[in-house]
């Protein structure tokens, strides 16, 4: 199984890897995120073999960064909590978050499978909670589950308990650089480095990728993303790029790649998220001059952009005493306000001596925070904001990438023709998600729906392949 180590820079090899008696299993799943996992525990429920490929000493990724909120509608948690929703209701939001330039045949399968994957979560021991007491830009019912902790982190761990109760293996620390295909582009195996810098090589019937997207990948960053080229990046150092990159090499179409999840409110300089909760709850975000720049409920993965065209790109998230009671409940704001992000002022003068503007343009600014009376920039209020008041300095941050290689409904990779790559899958970061293709299209959680309702389609679609023949040329839905 082992060999030398080759270029750390993922490429694509033709034949067969340089060893005996290769190791070969069902399924391989590049990345071990919610994506990876989520389609490994489906794969086992099937009795499916596969094995999960993860670079890291503990799976972590882009979920574990999140707060770990997850999308879903019709599952039984949501049922059971009286809520009134449909995959057609939810597939409408996404719609019209993007002004329809989201994927619909991604959006219809993500949205109809979200609530059976958070139902077979559930079985595997994760206890879901739906978030009250306020929505998410964009959504129109209450559908976000999460973990009693609230954290990515906690969902991550969850995840990876879940799998290791079953028979599939996260092998870590193993960073796959090589994928190996035949004459027909099939792939056969891949190749990963171990931490001694050997190459180990195994076998597969069914690759997915589940491993990244690409905003920790400067030049592509830059290529696609120019605008958030020197922004903070606030992802995971493992989206490097490698399943686009696969990609192009196989001749895969690729999709969305202007689509990002931005955020702007990571507390400066402390590096922590500040959930946008604050804002949905009555708060706003006030740029140096002591003015409001735009209307902080479309959210907050556009807001990086406005919050980064502001002077010296930061602003301060401005909220009230109801508001912060809210905000401990959340562990990322509780990070942030032991890390001493949160400045307490007592009156208009002391916030706008925090902020460095001056005191009448901020309390104009705050005069017009009043319930009933439509803003300038369209937002209204719902009530006003109240001494003592409590801030947040904030810049935008790019967090994720929503674009990737194209795939169909069922998370076949396809070529530019549309037809699709022999038994090559993608979901979650490495594959276009449901954002369209600019950064104003991210609908609150479309990171996570992408990595868990696609790991469950992905995993099915792989499991009625391996039923109908292991070695058959293509993938069939």
């Not at 082992?2 to 694509?12: D, K, L, M, N």
């Not at 994720?400 to 290689?405: A, E, K, R, S, V």
Request: charged letters at 15%; hydrophobic letters at 45%.
């Amino acid at each position: 199984m082992s060999g030398a180590a080759s270029a750390s820079a993922p490429v694509i090899r033709r034949g067969q890897p340089p060893v005996d008696d290769l190791p070969q299993v069902s399924v391989v799943i590049v990345g071990a995120g919610a994506c990876g996992l989520s389609a490994a525990l489906m794969l086992q429920d099937a009795g499916v073999d596969c094995v999960v490929l993860e670079r890291d000493a503990v799976p972590s990724g882009s979920t574990a960064l999140s707060s770990g909120f997850i999308p879903a509608s019709g599952s039984e948690v949501q049922r059971a909590a009286g809520i009134d929703d449909s995959p057609a209701r939810f597939a409408a939001d996404i719609m019209a978050k993007t002004d329809g330039t989201a994927a619909a045949h991604l959006v219809r399968a993500y949205t109809e499978a979200s609530g059976p994957a958070m139902d077979a979560l559930a079985r595997h021991g994760l206890t879901f909670q739906i978030l009250d007491g306020f929505l998410y830009p964009g959504h129109s019912v209450r559908r976000m589950h999460s973990l009693p902790e609230r954290t990515g982190a906690a969902l991550m761990a969850a995840l990876e308990r879940a799998v290791q109760a079953t028979d599939a293996a996260i092998l870590t620390r193993t960073l796959v650089r090589e994928l190996w295909v035949d004459e027909t582009g099939r792939v056969r195996a891949v190749g990963g480095v171990r931490p001694d810098g050997a190459m180990e090589y195994l076998g597969c019937d069914v690759l997915l990728l589940a491993c990244n997207g690409f905003g920790g990948n400067a030049a592509l960053r830059a290529e696609w993303l120019p605008e958030m080229a020197d922004a903070v990046y606030g992802g995971h150092e493992g989206n490097d790029g490698s399943a686009l990159l696969w990609g192009r090499a196989l001749g895969a179409a690729q999709a969305d790649l202007g689509g990002y999840q931005g955020h702007g409110s990571w507390a400066s300089p402390h590096g922590v998220l500040i959930s946008w909760a604050v804002i949905m709850d009555g708060g706003v975000q006030i740029n140096r001059e002591g003015r409001r720049f735009h209307d902080e409920t479309h959210g907050y993965s556009e807001a990086a952009v406005h919050v980064l065209a502001q002077p010296g790109g930061i602003a301060w998230n401005v909220f009230d005493a109801q508001t912060l009671a809210l905000a401990r409940t959340f562990p990322d704001f509780q990070e942030a306000e032991a890390a001493g992000a949160l400045r307490t002022c007592p009156d208009v003068e002391a916030l706008a001596a925090t902020i460095g503007c001056e005191a009448h343009v901020l309390r104009a600014t705050l005069d017009s925070v009043a319930p009933g009376v439509a803003a300038a920039d369209g937002r209204r209020f719902s009530r006003a904001l109240t001494a003592p008041y409590y801030a947040v300095k904030v810049t935008g941050a790019l967090f994720h990438t929503q674009g990737g290689l194209d795939i169909d409904a069922h998370c076949r990779v396809l070529r530019p023709d549309g037809t699709a790559l022999p038994n090559l899958l993608a979901a979650g970061g490495a594959a276009r998600g449901v954002s369209g293709n600019a950064v104003w299209g991210y609908l609150s959680g479309n990171g996570l729906l992408s990595a868990v309702a696609g790991g469950f389609i992905a995993a099915h679609t792989a499991i009625d392949a391996l039923a109908i023949s292991p070695t058959s040329q293509e993938i069939s839905p």
